[in-house]
């Protein structure tokens, strides 16, 4: 079954950085799209960037758009998020999401989810 476990959250300062991790088993991790999407406190998802199966194409959220870094490694199926120039704003937990195509960055199965990685900015 599809497992998505995320991990390298924490407590930074405004400006810090964070690299996020999340390692994908259970599917063909180098065919599909990954994404990263976020949920603050009581608010909705939200879709913060998405890659495709060979990283032909990668999109970011406005917000975090020069700040952040998506990447993947499909040798061991492992989806990444840099993330530099933090904001209090960008405080949220933090999922791995799998694609339902090799291409599009924007969609992602609703079906699996991780347990998310706690990112808090504060001062």
């Known amino acids: 079954e599809v497992q998505l476990v995320e991990s390298g959250g924490g407590l930074v300062q405004p400006g810090g950085s964070l690299r996020l991790s999340c390692a994908a088993s259970g599917f063909t991790f180098s065919g599909y799209a990954m994404m990263w999407v976020r949920q603050a406190l009581g608010k909705a998802l939200e879709w913060v960037s998405g890659?495709?199966?060979?990283?032909?194409?990668?999109y970011y959220q406005d917000s975090v758009k020069g700040r952040f870094t998506i990447s993947r490694d499909n040798a061991n199926n492992t989806l990444y998020l840099q993330m530099n120039s933090l904001k209090p704003e960008d405080t949220a937990v933090y999922y791995c999401?799998?694609?339902?195509?090799?291409?599009?960055?924007?969609?992602?199965?609703?079906?699996?989810w991780g347990q998310g990685t706690q990112v808090t900015v504060s001062s």
């Open positions: 999401a799998k694609g339902r195509t090799n291409w599009n960055v924007r969609t992602y199965e609703n079906d699996y």
């Open positions: 890659i495709s199966s060979v990283s032909s194409i990668i």
